[in-house]
Every structure is written in C-alpha cells, then in structure tokens.
C-alpha cells in the first residue's frame, strides 16, 4: 500500500513531534523533576578498587564480576607487586571506557644520577609523554653539599620536602639573593637567572626537594653549568686570566669536569651574602609557604600559591591539598592550563573524564606523579588510605583556577538541574554555591 504524498508527510511530522518530544517533564519547581526514562539510571555500584597494597596476592586478578577472568599462569612477584599498588588498572571500575594515556609516573621508575654529594632523578616527557608543559626532578643533597652554580633556559620552582637549603642568585641588573628554605617552602627563579643551591641542616641529614620546570621537554641538556663552560673555553686559563684580570695561575685549580653535585662545608645560617651595588633582588626569590595561611574544610585544607602571593613566580601557580581517610578533592576540572601533580604522602585514587565516554581511574602513592594531559578533564582525588594524604597541584600559569561541579550546578537555575538529574529541592539545597575543594566523608 503506497500513501499519498500529503500523508507520507503528514506520518513524518508526528514522528517528528513524537522522537523529539522532550524526556523530562517539570511538575514543579519544589519537588523532585517527573520524567519519563528513555535510558538506563546510573549504578549505584561504588565500582571501589578490589584491593590495597597489603591485600592477599593471590585475589589479585584481572577481574571484576563476571568480566574478565583469571591469569592462566602465575604471574611474576615483582609484577604482582606492581598489580598491588595499581589495583584500577588491572581490574578497572566499569565507568573506565575509552583509550586515555597513561597519567602515571613513579619516581622509582626513573633514572638516577649518583653524584659524590647526593643524586637526582627526573620526569621528563622521554618518560611520561603526555607531560608536554612540565617536568619535574627529584633531588637530594647531604649536609653541605652543593649544586653547581648553573642556569637554566626555563624557570626552576621548588618544594622542599625535608631539611633545609641555602639558595644563592643573582638577576641581570647585578641584584644578589641569598635565602634559606625548609620544608614546605619554595623557591622559584625566571630563565636565564644564574643560581645554587646548598643543603644547611646537619641535624636533618641535609635536604631533599622537588623541582619543577615549565616545560616537559626540559633535562639536564639544557642546563649551563659553571664549571661546563669553563672546561669548553679554548686555551681556558689565558681566557679567564684576560676576563677576571688576574695571573692565570689563580685558575691553576679549576676542576676540569662539571661537579654538578659535590660535598662542601656546611654554611653558616647567618652568614651574610656580598653586598651588591645594585642591592638584591626587587621580588624575593624564595616564599614561605609553610607559614602561609591554609584553609581548612570539612574533609582536609588547601592552600593556594601562585603570583598573587608568591610574585616573582609568574609561570608556576601551586596548590597545596590535604585529604583526610575517606574524603575527596571535588570533582572538578582546570579550565586554563594541565595539571601536574606530586603525591606526597598517602594512597589516592583518581578517575579522569575526557568527554565522548572515555574515562581511566588510576591509583597513587606517595612519590607518584599525575599529570592531565588536556585542559577540562573533570576529575577527583578520594584518600583511598588510612593516613592523611597529602599532595600538591600545578600548573604552568601565573594563577590558579579551577570550575567546582558543585558550585556550577548551585548557581544553575534549579530547573535545569532538575531536569537533568531528577533530584529533588533538598538534595539542590545541599548543593554549595562556595567551592568545597576538600569534602569530608558522607
């Protein structure tokens, strides 16, 4: 049977009110949004990791319900060590989907520089490639030692982990800086500053600190160090006798290698640096972050650090994040730069949402790094431990930012969330219209 053509288009145009007729309808603004379901609930499945670090191996194995199944052959020990630490990987939440990069490195994965003195190991994107805007070293350095006096063609931002260190720097005006750091507290020079760094504390053991460099292709060949480029200068001793105006003997003993890091006398903590014509610095190049003010919430504190407080650090911006056992960062996401992050202390687990259904979770500890290859990826942090966990966040950019999901939907008018979610004017009323940051247990 074939219709005329003024009733084939008749036929079209009630489908057409039919399949796009819309899913929800609104009843009333003080209850909880009708609506007809054209598509499944989300679970209620927590979808929680199947085990910690301390777990029994032999339930460590590629699956959860009736997905997956079991490894054929036993799997190596050290790899079941790997499994443990990494339990979403192996045996993801169903909500993962999708093919995202790898947003984890270890430290204990990367290569490390033994020096007399004290050692270094990096990130850099030979290792992590997805971390295009920042790199990142681990440095260490007995009582005393010192690292080289040296430039950099990027900017150098640092977090001391434990003991203290003496920073030395002089800017292109001829304007000196000397300081001393502890724990918590940074330091930052901008490219092309000449620097060093010497670690004071005798009773710590000396000091240990993160650096950060705003740039993921940075290392160590693209770092000028002094006695380099004394070594590189052709007949070096004539040269130097020439710049300095000095006999060239003086120079007799200049050490034909970089030192890079090498053992020295521990300086005195009030030891005064030379006065500079030019007097020091305008901006300071350190900043006690240890002694800023932290904001404290119902599941942990932040603390933000970026040139608003710290001037003189114009490309890195940090925050500095607590979770207590059971809580969670909110879900969020940056809207400017990538985050780069630095897990500290604790166990964590993270999901990263891309858009177009893909989604990974991975998990952290302490000595971990993360990185957000892509601006706008929502995510969160949940202390997956029994310890605080402590972690930091940055970003190459002179501020931070970030879109709290919470605040977003308490400042959109309740019918549009209604008609999304399905909730009711409590569960709105709940919602915080000022950013959660750190939310405490439920």
């Not at 059971?326 to 858009?355: C, K, N």
């Not at 302490?366 to 966040?393: C, R």
């Amino acid at each position: 049977m074939f219709l005329r053509p003024s009733l084939m288009i008749a036929v079209f145009i009630l489908a057409g009110l039919v399949f796009c007729a819309p899913a929800v309808t609104i009843s009333s603004t003080s209850t909880a949004a009708s609506s007809t379901p054209t598509i499944p609930y989300i679970s209620t499945d927590p979808n929680e990791s199947l085990w910690t670090e301390d777990s029994d191996p032999s339930i460590v194995q590629p699956q959860r319900g009736k997905l997956g199944a079991p490894f054929l052959r036993p799997a190596p020990a050290e790899n079941i060590a790997i499994d443990l630490q990494n339990p979403d990987l192996l045996a993801p939440p169903s909500t993962d989907s999708g093919e995202l990069a790898n947003a984890k490195w270890p430290f204990s994965l990367s290569h490390t520089r033994l020096q007399t003195g004290g050692w270094v190991r990096e990130q850099t994107v030979a290792v992590m490639p997805i971390a295009t805007s920042i790199a990142g070293a681990n440095m260490r350095l007995e009582a005393g030692s010192i690292r080289e006096l040296h430039w950099h063609t990027t900017s150098e931002w640092a977090y001391v982990l434990k003991g203290s260190t003496q920073i030395s720097a002089v800017d292109g005006e001829g304007r000196n800086y000397v300081a001393t750091v502890g724990p918590g507290d940074l330091w930052y020079f901008p490219a092309g500053v000449p620097h060093s760094l010497q670690a004071t504390g005798d009773d710590d053991g000396g000091s240990e600190f993160l650096l950060i460099f705003d740039d993921g292709n940075f290392g160590e060949d693209t770092t000028f160090s002094l006695i380099d480029w004394l070594d590189h200068i052709p007949a070096e001793g004539v040269l130097l006798e020439k710049n300095f105006q000095v006999d060239a003997s003086a120079f007799a003993h200049v050490p034909g290698k970089e030192l890079y890091i090498f053992p020295s006398t521990t300086p005195e903590d009030d030891a005064l640096p030379p006065e500079s014509p030019q007097g020091t610095v305008p901006l300071p190049y350190s900043f006690a972050s240890s002694k800023a003010n932290v904001t404290q919430t119902s599941g942990g504190s932040y603390k933000v650090v970026d040139s608003s407080t710290f001037q003189i650090s114009t490309t890195i911006a940090m925050v500095e994040v607590t979770v207590e056992p059971g809580a969670m960062r909110e879900l969020h996401w940056h809207p400017t730069q990538d985050e780069w992050s630095y897990f500290i202390e604790g166990e964590g687990r993270v999901t990263i949402f891309a858009a177009r259904g893909r989604a990974r979770t991975f998990n952290y500890q302490s000595g971990d790094k993360d990185y957000w290859p892509h601006v706008d990826l929502g995510h969160y942090v949940e202390n997956t431990g029994n310890t605080t966990l402590a972690y930091i966040e940055l970003f190459k950019s002179d501020r931070f930012e970030d879109v709290s999901l919470s605040q977003w939907l308490a400042l959109t008018p309740p019918h549009i969330v209604k008609a999304h979610l399905n909730v009711d004017d409590e569960t709105i009323a709940l919602m915080s219209k000022t950013k959660p940051v750190v939310i405490g247990p439920s």
